[in-house]
Each structure stands twice: as C-alpha cells, then as structure tokens.
C-alpha cells in the first residue's frame, strides 16, 4: 500500500505518529511504502519580490527541515524507509493534488494542525482535504 503521511508539525501530527506506532501492523509489513509531506506557506509575493531566490528557496527548505527532521527521526527508530517531501503553497490543495498525482492508496492526517482559526471538530486544512479528496483519507485525532 502506498501511503502519503500529511504532516504539519503540530500536537495532532504527533498523535498520528503515536498512532502509527502503536499499531505495528504498519511496520511489520513490506507492502506499505510511506511519503511524508509537509506543505510551507508561500512567502508573500511582495516580500518575496524583494528577496533573491537563493533566500527564499532556503526560508522555504529550513521551514521543511524543521517539520521534517523529527519525523524522519521517528521514522528512523522504527526502522521503516519513507521519502520526504515538501511543497509551497495552499497546504489542503498541495497535499490534495499529490495524493491523487501520486497514486496513493491511503492518506494520513492529524485532524487539526497549528491555525489560529482551527475548527472545534475538524480543522479547515482537513475539512477541505476530506471534501476534496479521491484518495482514502485516515485523519487522527
């Protein structure tokens, strides 16, 4: 199974992470191939108009890294093989659009993530996710 793990960094990508790892049915298994994405926000285009590329390519993979570096250590634990990724834009359309160009069989999410304006049951990033969609959608809460 082919797997695209949606991460944020938040208390809710922990959780999924817990869940992941008290469920060894995930790890045992050489079917599941696992992806871990993690969306940046895009710098506004004015500000970035006024960086160089060089500088806003690393604001970008230094947001990544920080989001990233836990989880692949995580990973690394369990002895389980991922790939890391991250991408720059709208964090529901990004992980939307991958999940169905990726041909992924299941994808993972915590249900809230670090919004200020999250939803009391399901946070907007997954609401949009869930609404929009192709792929099977495993959210933990």
């Known amino acids: 199974m082919k797997v695209l793990i949606a991460a944020d960094g938040s208390r809710y990508t922990k959780r999924m992470l817990a869940y992941l790892a008290a469920h060894d049915e995930w790890w045992n ?3 599941h191939r696992f992806t871990v994405l993690t969306v940046v926000p895009p710098i506004p285009a004015r500000a970035a108009s006024a960086l160089s590329k060089p500088i806003v390519q690393g604001h970008y993979a230094e947001e990544a890294q920080q989001t990233l570096e836990p989880i692949r250590k995580f990973f690394a634990k369990q002895g389980i093989d991922a790939e890391f990724l991250h991408k720059v834009g709208d ?4 992980i939307t659009e991958l999940a169905r160009k990726g041909g992924f ?4 999410m915590g249900s809230h993530g670090h919004g200020a304006l999250a939803r009391l049951v399901l946070g907007s990033v997954a609401s949009r996710v869930l609404a929009t969609s192709e792929v099977p959608l495993l959210i933990v809460r």
Do not use: F, N, T, V
């Open 105 to 108: 069989d299941l994808l993972m």
């Open 29 to 31: 298994s050489q079917q």
């Open 91 to 94: 964090p529901a359309d990004q």
